[in-house]
């Protein structure tokens, strides 16, 4: 493994082979990011634009989470995320918001400009933008619990449900209010159109830890 940010990356060994599945695919111009679970280890690799150079990987940079653990990195490093987050446990999954129809954990999103600031558990900010209104990374939004969801149906309304319990972390800049789901060829976009729907203002801050920057 060598990566762009190797002063603010988990040295590895990585267990990535050579065909290993890119976000966007393998001619991406995106995030090119890359996630790998050892179930046996409980650990989670995660590398942000990752290219294979043969024999290895060269990346823009890459961490290591043991799952067994609420550790944070260290403050002021990157992961594969701008927030310095782990990216699989905020995605949105098929098999829990289809097939058992429940997610039970806090969602990633983006917003297209942050502060530079950051709230654990982030460690890090990718933004010059000292405008305190500016949402620094690592915050946490929670649906209001008045927000009515009768309308709501499906996988949407699953989604919703857990925003109102769980809320959302801001893990990278990107499209605004865009939330992050694993990919699968069941997803119905007519369902998750829904989403769309719901203003920013039916949303509040969660306070947490103190504003690092």
């Known amino acids: 493994m060598t990566f762009d940010y190797a002063d603010e990356s988990d040295p590895g060994p990585y267990p990535i082979p050579p065909d290993a599945p890119i976000e966007g695919g393998t001619n991406s111009t995106g995030d090119r990011h890359i996630l790998v679970v050892d179930k046996d280890r409980c650990l989670l690799y995660e590398t942000y634009d990752s290219h294979f150079v043969g024999p290895g990987w060269h990346c823009g940079s890459g961490a290591l989470f043991d799952l067994r653990s609420n550790h944070l ?4 490093w990157t992961s594969a995320d701008a927030a310095g987050l782990p990216i699989l446990p905020g995605l949105v999954r098929y098999d829990e918001a289809v097939t058992a129809g429940e997610v039970r954990h806090a969602l990633r999103f983006t917003v297209q400009s942050t502060q530079r600031a950051f709230i654990h558990p982030a ?6 933008n000292t405008d ?18 009768s309308r709501f149906t499906g996988t ?8 109102k319990k769980y ?7 990107g499209s605004d209010w865009f939330i992050t789901g694993a990919t699968d060829s069941g997803w119905s976009d007519e369902d998750l159109n829904q989403l769309k729907t719901v203003p920013g203002n039916a949303f509040e801050v969660v306070q947490s830890s103190p504003i690092m920057k």
Do not use: F
């Not at 809320?167 to 800049?173: I, S």
């Open 167 to 173: 809320g959302m972390l801001v893990a990278d800049n």
């Open 73 to 76: 990195r260290p403050n002021y």
């Open 156 to 163: 949407s309304k699953v989604i919703l449900t857990a925003l």
């Open 123 to 128: 460690t890090h900010y990718a933004s010059s």
């Open 132 to 149: 305190p209104n500016a949402p620094p990374m690592g915050l946490r939004l929670r649906l209001k619990a008045s927000y009515d969801l």
